[in-house]
């Protein structure tokens, strides 16, 4: 009975929810590790016989084996929307996975580039054609300049650059659009850039284009980006989304309003800004800890 309703959730997921492939294998892996579980540790094959306590030492063993607490969590949202499927279908009456709470993650910092070293970026070449050579730094530019998400960069069209009043639109997560200032130096790059870009032949509407004329993949972005920061740091991540980390950290470092950094950002809400303020913190920590006669150090 368990089997054939994990294979009726499974199809619900494919034919109706219509989740991509790898999600369904992911379901059924999670689903099939809980139901070798019940049958060789508690001999469970009917769906009365689970109980919150039955999925809590299943939460136990998975954390023996020592599964990090966000991929317990994966497995126990799993089971959740599993029984929800049960609820609803009345093959259950009752969710054991209501009294459920996993593991808590462990908070981490968001990784970011020091502001000395960005501001070694200006001294990259690059090894590329001259146009190729433009379009990375002025790339790198706009993350760091701007904050915006990788795929808002890809997305983004020479008519959503405002030359003039020095304003990018961006349009951001479930369409909200959003408008971004940017300094004068950031207005020659880009001047500097469409030039080239003009001068090569490339007439795609999409700000930044390969030499086929083609939009940048989210690929090559995140080449472009991690080969760059490379050479200005060692930090194990090196990624547009380090680069956004650092525009937000930056700013709230020099003073700028968290709320007009939630903007710039494009959140809806301010939880996800306020985790720039640990860095912050963090900085005022050791300022502290530095300076202070009586901090202890």
Do not use: C, W
Not at 195 to 224: C, H, R
């Amino acid at each position: 009975m368990i089997e054939n309703a994990a294979s009726g959730f499974l199809s619900y997921l494919n034919f109706q929810k219509r989740v991509s492939p790898l999600t369904v294998q992911s379901y059924k892996l999670n689903l099939g590790q809980f139901f070798s579980f019940l049958l060789e540790e508690h001999g469970v094959t009917k769906f009365s016989e689970i109980s919150h306590n039955t999925i809590r030492d299943y939460i136990a063993a998975l954390m023996d084996k020592g599964l990090s607490p966000t991929s317990v969590n994966q497995k126990i949202s799993s089971l959740r929307s599993f029984f929800k499927y049960l609820l609803r279908n009345g093959l259950t009456d009752t969710d054991p996975t209501q009294k459920i709470r996993g593991p808590k993650n462990p908070k981490r910092l968001p990784s970011f580039v020091d502001e000395t070293q960005m501001e070694n970026l200006k001294k990259y070449e690059g090894i590329k054609s001259d146009f190729e050579n433009v379009r990375d730094r002025l790339v790198m530019d706009v993350f760091y300049q701007t904050g915006i998400r990788r795929a808002e960069l890809i997305g983004m069209k020479v008519s959503d650059v405002d030359i003039y009043n020095l304003q990018l639109k961006v349009l951001g997560k479930r369409n909200k659009e959003r408008i971004i200032p940017f300094s004068i130096d950031l207005k020659r790059n880009l001047e500097s850039y469409l030039n080239v870009k003009e001068v090569q032949g490339l007439n795609s509407p999409y700000l930044f284009v390969t030499l086929k004329n083609n939009p940048l993949s989210a690929s090559l972005v995140s080449s472009i980006v991690k080969v760059i920061l490379g050479t200005v740091t060692t930090n194990k991540k090196k990624s547009p989304h380090v680069l956004r980390h650092s525009f937000a950290t930056h700013m709230l470092n020099n003073g700028a309003d968290i709320n007009a950094v939630k903007e710039l950002l494009g959140h809806t809400n301010l939880l996800a800004t306020q985790i720039y303020t640990h860095n912050t913190i963090e900085k005022l920590k050791k300022s502290y800890n530095q300076a202070h006669p009586r901090s202890g150090n």
